[in-house]
Nanobody, 126 residues
Framework: VQLVESGGASVQAGGSLRLSCAAS????????MGWFRQSPGKERSVVASTARNGDWKYYTDSVKGRFTISRDNAENTVYLQMHSLKPEDTAVYYC????????????????????WGQGTQVTVSS
């Protein structure tokens, strides 16, 4: 299984980025997906997650209204569209996959995920 993130960059506050995570070696339609982030000295925490069918989604409060998670099961890819970026969004962003039995389940705890990408750096300057 391989998850490869891309799209991280350095941007100014108020800018936008779209992160992508391409999955291989996994039955993508059977996995729930999540985006997490980690900054120095902090624990890895969920940003957004989506059920395997893409209909059910979760966002942490700090990104609601600014970030959108989506997935393309035909392309085995999950996206995180980020708008109105703030300096506090600066972190390494990781995607993760978890096999899910039910279509509507999404997951917020990093410990339950089965597979992880290598991360992509997002830096937002003020």
């Amino acid at each position: 299984v391989q998850l490869v993130e891309s799209g991280g960059a350095s941007v100014q506050a108020g800018g936008s980025l779209r992160l992508s995570c391409a999955a291989s070696g996994v039955t993508f339609s059977r996995v729930a997906m999540g985006w997490f982030r980690q900054s120095p000295g902090k624990e890895r925490s969920v940003v957004a997650s989506t059920a395997r069918n893409g209909d059910w989604k979760y966002y942490t409060d700090s990104v609601k209204g600014r970030f959108t998670i989506s997935r393309d099961n035909a392309e085995n890819t999950v996206y995180l569209q980020m708008h109105s970026l703030k300096p506090e969004d600066t972190a390494v962003y990781y995607c993760a996959a978890k096999y899910s039995v039910r279509n509507n389940d999404y997951y917020t705890r990093p410990q339950v995920y089965d597979y992880w990408g290598q991360g992509t750096q997002v830096t937002v300057s003020s």
